[in-house]
């Protein structure tokens, strides 16, 4: 297999070793970057611009739920992400995949399980756990608030996720290098798409996606 550069977001130490041992198995030429919490995923992201892929965790310090997936593939579009996650419902599977992700390991997968699913992705493929499970959800309500987030442009999803982390409108511009205008535009069209009137009861919707994962 070619030279490759993986980074593994992952905050638990042994299961961030048995995806090493899997990685090493497949190839021996790859550059492999831990990360144990989400701002070291990002940082990953701007300094490896030609990773091949990513394997993220869905809860890791800093983080929590589809936020991390939402701001990771707003800022590297580029880049393939593989969701590994402890949390394999159809319905968490579904919805990863929607967001953007080229995959979904659920961490009861044995060694080779992990070796074929990040081959099908690195091949161009699109893996779940057994293939396409007809993945259904039956709560509307859920369904309503994820279908307007996926209307979000990737600089709005990142403004979302930076509201939801508490950040202020001149914070945000900061880090985006925008204007503080441009961010208050973001935010009047988050609140269109999300149909509220608040960017706390924008945050509360993002919140409910994330807490119907982990529930």
Not at 39 to 44: I, N
Not at 148 to 175: C, D, F, H, S, W
């Amino acid at each position: 297999m070619q030279t490759l550069t993986i980074i593994i977001a992952d905050d638990h130490p042994l299961f961030r070793g048995a995806l090493v041992q899997a990685l090493k198995a497949m190839s021996e030429d790859v550059t492999i970057i831990e990360c144990g919490e989400f701002s070291a995923a990002l940082r990953a992201g701007e300094e490896h611009p030609d990773a091949d892929l990513m394997l993220l965790d869905l809860a890791m310090p800093g983080v929590s739920g589809f936020s991390g997936l939402m701001t990771l593939r707003a800022q590297f579009s580029a880049l393939p992400i593989v969701i590994v996650s402890a949390t394999d419902d159809c319905a968490t599977v579904r919805r990863s995949i929607e967001l953007g992700a080229s995959g979904f390991i659920p961490k009861s997968s044995g060694l080779d399980d992990i070796r074929g699913a990040i081959r099908t992705v690195l091949d161009g493929g699109i893996f779940t756990p057994g293939g396409d499970q007809g993945l259904g959800d039956d709560d509307p309500a859920l369904n309503e608030i994820f279908d307007r987030l996926k209307t979000l442009t990737p600089q709005q999803n990142r403004v979302l996720t930076m509201l939801a982390e508490g950040l202020l409108n001149k914070q945000i511009a900061y880090e985006l290098g925008v204007s503080e205008a441009t961010i208050k535009a973001h935010v009047s069209a988050i609140l269109l798409k999300l149909n509220v009137d608040s960017r706390t009861q924008a945050v509360i919707k993002l919140g409910k996606i994330n807490m119907a994962m982990v529930a």
